[in-house]
């Protein structure tokens, strides 16, 4: 491995020892009480859920929000019977000096996680979570944003690319994903109790690494970056200008 992608990979390696230096991405005592209700899914279809994913046809009628405690764990990935549930992306970029009309107008915030149930230490997502009971999607990544890197967003802010259902862990873990991009102007406050760093990449870059370190990605975010993919493409095809730009201020592939 050469070039550019040995170069991401010290960069990325250099990130996470400065992250264990500063013991940043330890959750510390998780032995406390884990009384966090999650949003999931009790039935098998959310109205209108088969419209937008083929694959669900599996699922029957009935799909109603009800309030679920997240089990023993902590954020909670023992859902008896992998029950679906609700939980909100967040790809947030920053203007970077580039080509005018293309991605390299813009940096990815990438997210190297903390010590957690489920991804613990992958790349992954800016920011995303599972949706807390009473809320939507849009108010999750509205909340995780605000937890994770410490930037206040209002809902106008935040864009959604699409929503797909996402199973991992061998089965154990259904999601029922919405995923957003934001673009961001202020500078970042990680939570190092939740994050080990959250820095930006060229989206080329993010390729690059994937290429080469597949292992390093939390499945989720893989996803994540395949349907960013398909909407910019759709994007490039139907209307002029940077289709990443316009899909963060907004415009939605049909």
């Not at 106008?156 to 690319?161: F, K, Y």
């Not at 873990?173 to 760093?197: C, D, G, M, T």
Request: hydrophobic fraction near 40%.
């Amino acid at each position: 491995m050469v070039g550019p992608a040995s170069e991401m990979c010290m960069r990325v390696k250099w990130l996470d020892l400065n992250a264990k230096r500063f013991g940043r991405g330890l959750r510390g005592d998780l032995s406390g009480p884990k009384d966090e209700r999650v949003a999931v899914l009790s039935g098998s279809k959310v109205p209108g859920l088969n419209t937008l994913f083929p694959q669900a046809s599996l699922l029957a009628d009935g799909w109603k929000i009800r309030a679920e405690c997240h089990g023993e764990e902590y954020k909670g990935v023992k859902y008896p019977g992998g029950i679906w549930h609700l939980t909100a992306h967040v790809l947030m970029f920053k203007m970077a000096p580039g080509e005018a009309g293309s991605e390299a107008d813009f940096l990815l915030y990438v997210q190297r996680r903390g010590e957690r149930t489920h991804s613990s230490g992958k790349l992954a997502q800016s920011v995303g979570g599972h949706v807390s009971f009473g809320l939507t999607p849009l108010e999750a990544a509205l909340k995780e944003t605000r937890e994770e890197a410490g930037v206040m967003l209002s809902p106008g802010d935040l864009s959604e690319v699409a929503r797909f259902l996402h199973v991992s862990q061998g089965g154990k873990n259904h999601e029922v994903a919405s995923l957003f991009a934001a673009q961001i102007a202020k500078p970042l406050k990680p939570n190092y109790k939740e994050v080990s760093w959250i820095e930006p990449f060229k989206l080329e870059d993010v390729d690059l690494l994937f290429k080469y370190c597949p292992q390093e990605f939390s499945k989720s975010f893989q996803l994540d970056l395949i349907w960013l993919r398909m909407a910019i493409e759709k994007l490039r095809a139907g209307s002029s200008g940077n289709p990443l730009e316009n899909l963060l201020a907004g415009q939605i592939p049909a």
